[in-house]
């Protein structure tokens, strides 16, 4: 097969490509990016479970996060050992007293813009709040100095597109990957020095309890910035672009978005839906290890990429009725817009916090919005609204 997913249509509406693939079969070889794609959601989940044949270590995440990252690593113990650090701050009781904090920032933002909302203006709500609330969020957990949070996204935004290049992309000569290792550098350069800090001065954040933590006082100052980088990068950028996409979804149906409106109580399965629906992750890389392997009855080289098309198991008939249509009343049914298995995302509750919250009190404060222009879309593998133009209707 020959179908160019990282083309500037497939991202702008990637569900024809998707459907092609879909349609050529369960496992199928990509010439045009000289990878491996399994589209059947059961296939999907089987694969990300065995972490032992299907590797993310040599994947492009482990090029883009490092090797002591735990976000790439696939020893299961010292995967868990990493993450174990944070894990209680991401459970739904830590996370708590976040709301208040959420819905602070988001009434913050919209006050800014609500009057011109009413006065008939258009307003990019990204730009506004939803590329930066998230990422607020995730550097107060860290203890970042609110000066520096526009740098976070800025950063962030850079370490995303290198992120979403396809696996044979040239990497001496590609734009968006030198601009992303700079980004990395300096993010890691802003990082270790406030690992230091923490040292003289710790605090209740997550950079003091990864320093001063049992695992923590093992580990280097390059690993435990690997970490706290990753830990920045995943916890903003992923909300921010599923904010973006409800926004999106929630302008182009309006007969959902007055049911939200009148009963708050769907919001919560309305946006695992859009989630399902319009996903951010439309690719998760593995790389075959230990031998050959054999996919439903294809044999994979080892070494070889495989992208887990995460897009078409979110879409895949045999788990999902009618899958190709936005119902916020469908079966919970849990999608595959976290991930799965060894590295399902650490932050899920929190991103759902965020947007459960912002996304409330959009409907709250400007119920009746229209999108008021093109939206643009910034990648294919992590794909989400650049910019989402609005307007009162």
Known sequence: MDIDLFSPEAIKNPWPYVEQVQAAGPVV?????????????????????NSDRY????????????PEAFITMDNKARHNALRGIWSVAFQRDSLERLGTLIAGIADEMMDKIEDRFR??????????????????????????PDE????????????????????????????????????KAELADYILGQIEERRRRPGDDLISQIVHSDVGRGLSDHAIMANTRQLLFAGNETTAKWLGHSLVVLAQH??????????????????????????????????????????????????ADISLITAAANRDPLRYED???????????????????????????LARLEAQVTISRVLDRMPDFVLAGDVDYGAFQLRGPLNVPLALN
């Open 29 to 49: 070889y990509n010439e045009r990016i000289g990878t491996w794609m399994v589209t059947d959601d059961q296939l999907i989940r089987k694969t990300l479970a």
């Open 55 to 66: 590797k993310i270590e040599g994947s492009i995440a482990e090029e883009v996060f490092g």
């Open 119 to 144: 006065a008939g203006e258009t307003i990019d709500a990204m730009a506004a709040f939803g590329r930066e609330l998230p990422a607020y969020v995730i550097a107060h957990m860290l203890g970042v």
């Open 148 to 183: 520096a949070r526009p740098k976070i996204v800025e950063w962030s935004d850079r370490i995303g597109e290198g992120v979403s290049e396809p696996p044979n992309f040239s990497r001496d000569s590609n734009p968006a990957w030198l601009a992303s290792e700079q980004a």
């Open 254 to 303: 309006p007969d959902v978005r007055r049911e939200l409106v009148a009963n708050r109580g769907l919001l919560p399965n309305a946006l695992e839906e859009i989630m399902r629906w319009e996903p951010v992750v439309l690719i998760i890389p593995r790389l075959v290890s230990g031998g050959d392997a054999e996919i439903a009855g294809t044999r994979i080289p080892e070494g």
């Open 323 to 349: 899958p190709n249509r936005l119902n916020i009343h469908r079966e919970y049914k849990a999608n595959l817009g976290f991930g799965y298995g060894l590295h399902s995302c650490l932050g899920v509750t």
